[in-house]
């Protein structure tokens, strides 16, 4: 099993910033890619950021040029800085990793945390 944990959500005024972060832990040989979703009340979940192993990044439309995903150096924890924050913005944050745990190609995890809201204030 592989387990993640969100962190850093919060209440922020409208043009404020937040940075979430999400730890990956357990049996972990490698992660392909780190994904961030959000989904707002009555909507669809949404994909925000991806990270892949090779440090390749992409971001939703509604988010590009106020959002950086990063990891650290052991890529087992991802981070979101969010910035200029919007109202439309306000969503519970997801992670989500895709990798293998062991060398055996039937290892393969597809793991989600639990979620963190961002709630932004007009």
């Known amino acids: 099993q592989v387990h993640l944990v969100e962190s850093g959500g919060g209440l922020v005024q409208a043009g404020g910033s937040l940075r979430l972060s999400c730890a990956a832990s357990g049996i972990i040989r490698s992660i392909n890619a780190m994904r961030w979703y959000r989904q707002a009340p009555g909507q669809q979940r949404e994909l925000v950021a991806t990270?892949?192993?090779?440090?390749?990044?992409d971001y939703a439309d509604s988010v590009k040029g106020r959002c950086t995903i990063s990891r650290d150096n052991a890529k087992t924890t991802a981070y979101l800085q969010l910035s200029s924050l919007k109202p439309e913005d306000t969503a519970v944050y997801y992670c989500?990793?895709?990798?293998?745990?062991?060398?055996?190609?039937?290892?393969?995890?597809?793991?989600w945390g639990q979620g963190t809201q961002v709630t932004v204030s007009s």
């Open positions: 989500n990793a895709q990798g293998y745990m062991t060398w055996s190609s039937s290892s393969s995890f597809n793991s």
């Open positions: 990270i892949t192993s090779a440090g390749g990044t």
